[in-house]
């Protein structure tokens, strides 16, 4: 009767001794996967272009709303006819990024020296959006836009030829209309990625 009592009990060790070698392996296994998923999910976010704005301005909720309040405005005063045309370029969005940038750049430019010099009093955040702006131009030029190699470029110089055609007064205010459009390309465009190609490659 001892005999089958040892029996027993040697067994019953044994069972509980095989179960726990199976939870511990067990255990281990789904720290290995766990551990391999982790690398793995690390790697990829690691690969992945994290994008960043040439200029901390292009990110500003407080610019973006006055861009969009200025240029509803000017709209307003447009024309049936005015309305119906555009002055900024239609450019090919396949083209490299940076060169879209710098292009839209030399548009603000332009902006800042011949648009936005007028009716400054006809909106009460069109000089906080020239302070806004001219700071964008600053840090795209600094990031290597040179905006004079742009300024024969032909959607450069199909922009200047269409606000020509319009009467002066008219023109400026097709143009300050259409601030919120060169706005969203600067936006888009005027990025940097991580893991990409820097601003500084596009030079003169």
Request: glycine share 4%.
């Amino acid at each position: 009767m001892m005999l089958t009592m040892f029996k027993d009990a040697s067994s019953s060790s044994s069972s509980s001794s095989s179960s726990s070698c199976f939870s511990s392996r067990l255990a281990t296994l789904l720290l290995l996967v766990l551990s391999l998923f982790l690398i793995g999910w690390v790697e990829h976010t690691v690969a992945l272009p994290t994008n960043r704005h040439l200029s901390p301005v292009l990110r500003n909720k407080d610019t973006y709303q006055a861009v969009h309040e200025v240029s509803k405005h000017f709209q307003g005063l447009e024309t049936a006819d005015e309305s119906s045309t555009k002055l900024l370029p239609n450019v090919d969005r396949n083209k490299d990024h940076m060169s879209i940038c710098c292009l839209h750049a030399n548009i603000l430019d332009f902006y800042m020296n011949n648009i936005l010099t007028h009716h400054c009093k006809r909106h009460d955040k069109i000089l906080r959006l020239k302070v806004d702006l001219a700071r964008v131009s600053e840090d795209l030029q600094t990031h290597g836009c040179n905006v004079t190699h742009y300024h024969d470029d032909h959607h450069a110089v199909e922009f200047r030829k269409k606000l020509a055609k319009m009467d002066g007064e008219r023109g400026i205010i097709k143009a300050v209309g259409e601030i919120d459009i060169l706005f969203s390309f600067l936006t888009d465009y005027c990025v940097q990625t991580k893991n990409g190609t820097s601003a500084t490659t596009v030079s003169a």
